[in-house]
């Protein structure tokens, strides 16, 4: 079983129904009691920084999700959910993330010529140092779907999981003992996708 | 590299699929759900569906259709068509949508595109327009137009474009009214105009008439995506035979899919 956490950042079903799809029960939560019980959590979500991060305060969220990560129980975080994991955001001013990662997220600073949101398929380049095993089975042939203005930029280059070009480099997932999170959508990403969270599965 | 998209709309009406489809084999063509699941089994990037009912039932019968597809594909989709109010937009994104699209409404209501943007996130929120080249005293403009090409606006395309931007929308979907249903091909300048004009993607739309126009508005239209919707509807060209020819003139696509799909 994993538990999705819901902090109001939109629709939560693409994630669960990717994990029905894999033959897993995913629980949708908000609540803070059941996420500080759970063995895997899923942190999902779209959206502004400063919102997530005042919406997850606001259900009681953030104590628990910090106690999981501390405790490097299993976690998976999707876009926003990688975002949050920093120590600043800087979307729309200054907003404190948990923490867990050394870093801030700023905005993706591209060429003139270069859209923003960087939106579309992409490849990841998975590093081949990284401990997670979430890169078993995945190959640098596989294209994720992207939808986001802002990129995490951890201090210690060692968490980096997995590097996208888009007129230059960004760090597209992180890894640090159990936790591992994408900036991508492995929920709408189809086959791709579905590698990416079985090869998470195996790991929790 | 980020991978230029190929987007298929499909014109819904009272939760079916109209203006044709070639999907002969599936067992309910109209239906959007199957057509969906076929077009992302062909390796589209993205679809859109365009909500032509006008009425009230029509949007029930729509939320519940966009909430099919969301339980079937494994992919994301656009929905547009009679968004008037923030509460429509928020509940077809509840509903599953990626993103929304706005039209006529930017128009008439353009704090509608900051609401929307504000609640659900620029990345959510794209905008359409349809502008129409016509002469305003012995000069031509690209006259932005409503109300499916009907009512013009006094607007012109590229600043109207550089405004949605400043509004908060992620996107621009430009669908070119001189082309749209010519098969012609894309209206090339306007479309590498808008393009040059924003920093946010802009979808190329209307008068796709085979694979080479799809290419021809990202090379010279500088376009981020090409949208078409009769061309595949009615199997002039697939999917596969549109990126095989962007991979031959150089422009960056995610391959067919060659291991079955999701």
Known sequence: ?204 | MLAKRIIPCLDVEKGRVVKGTRFLELVDAGDPVAVAARYEAEGADELVFLDITASHEGRAIMLDMVRRVAETIFMPFTVGGGIRTLDDAVQLIHAGAEKVSINSAAVRTPELVTAVADRLGSCATVVNIDPKRVVREGREVWEVFVNGGRVPTGLEAVPWAQEVERLGAGEIVLTCMDRDGTRDGYDLEITAAVSKAVGIPVVASGGAGCAGHLADAIEFGKADAALAAGIFHFGECTIREVKELFQARGIAVRPALHHGHA
Request: glycine share 12%; aromatic share 8%; hydrophobic share 45%.
């Open chain 1, 1 to 204: 079983m994993v538990t999705i956490v819901d902090y109001g950042s939109g629709n939560l079903r693409s994630v669960q129904k990717s994990f029905e799809r894999l033959g897993h029960a995913a629980l949708i939560t908000s609540d803070p009691d059941r996420v500080a019980a759970a063995h895997a959590v899923v942190l999902p979500g779209v959206g502004a920084f400063g919102d997530a991060v005042r919406a997850l305060h606001d259900r009681g969220l953030v104590a628990p999700l910090r106690s999981h990560l501390l405790a490097d129980r299993p976690f998976l975080g999707i876009c926003m959910g990688l975002q949050l994991l920093f120590e600043t955001g800087w979307e729309g001013g200054r907003h404190e993330g948990l923490g867990v990662l050394g870093g801030d997220v700023v905005r993706l600073d591209v060429p003139v010529g270069n859209k923003v949101p960087h939106m579309g398929w992409n490849t990841v380049s998975w590093r081949s140092a990284i401990h997670s095993k979430a890169q078993a089975g995945l190959s640098g042939d596989d294209w994720f779907y992207f939808v986001h203005s802002y990129v995490a930029r951890p201090t210690d280059e060692s968490v980096i999981a997995a590097v996208t070009d888009y007129a230059g480099p960004f760090c597209s997932a992180v890894s640090r003992g159990r936790l591992f999170a994408t900036q991508f959508h492995p929920e709408k990403s189809q086959a791709a996708g579905l590698r990416l969270l079985q090869t998470f599965l195996e790991s929790v």
